[in-house]
């Protein structure tokens, strides 16, 4: 809990009180007394239901990193069905997922890799990755043609900021989703998403 509260307080403004709703939700009933400060200031930040979305996306994230079992089935099973794969896509604990991938087999040559909604800016996920400065001393691994990271300014699994802050080359591009900010089918159907995979794979759309 003490690891989701601070990477929750990472995108909240430094003067945002922490102070305990008035009233709960449904989602915050479920939610344990030490995040709702947290939950409450981000609803009130980002708008409503973001603080427990943003828990809800890093308890999924905490696990799959540091509960080395999951990891592995994980692991293995986007090893299985990336073979010959040009385009890898990552959203949300997606993007962390496609990371790994792309550290642990530097020998697969993609076109692109393309990240949507990604926590990967935030330093407390970072702090959990194997190894969270692959790729980020000199540039994007030699592997991967172009790194392209969308996200809505409003979403807030991604409101930690750009990525090419930590990843040189990585092309940060802010995305409009509405109100439904985080939603993967929103990013996915953005014309910026789509550019992106037509300029990494030239004619991909006569295939």
């Not at 989701?4 to 305990?20: G, K, M, V, Y």
């Not at 930690?160 to 802050?165: E, F, P």
Request: with cysteine; hydrophobic share 40%; proline share 7%.
């Amino acid at each position: 809990m003490v690891w989701l509260r601070a990477a929750a307080s990472e995108i909240l403004a430094r003067d945002e009180p922490l102070l305990f709703p008035e009233t709960q939700t449904k989602s915050a009933a479920r939610m344990p007394p030490l995040l709702l400060p947290v939950a409450a200031a981000l609803d009130r930040h980002l708008g409503h239901r973001a603080g427990a979305l943003l828990v809800g996306e890093l308890r999924q994230v905490r696990r799959y990193l540091i509960d080395r079992e999951i990891k592995e089935e994980v692991d293995q099973r986007v090893r299985r069905c990336t073979t010959g794969c040009r385009v890898l896509i990552g959203h949300s604990l997606g993007s962390v997922v496609a990371f790994e991938y792309v550290r642990q087999n530097p020998r697969h040559r993609l076109d692109l890799f393309l990240t949507l909604g990604s926590p990967l800016g935030l330093r407390t996920v970072r702090s959990l990755m194997p190894n969270p400065r692959y790729g980020a001393i000199r540039r994007i691994p030699n592997h991967v043609g172009s790194w392209v990271n969308l996200r809505d300014p409003s979403d807030p699994v991604a409101c930690a900021g750009n990525l090419a802050a930590f990843w040189p080359g990585v092309v940060d591009q802010r995305v409009d989703n509405g109100n439904d900010p985080h939603a993967a089918t929103r990013y996915l159907g953005k014309r910026e998403t789509g550019e992106a995979v037509r300029t990494a794979v030239p004619g991909w759309a006569d295939v």
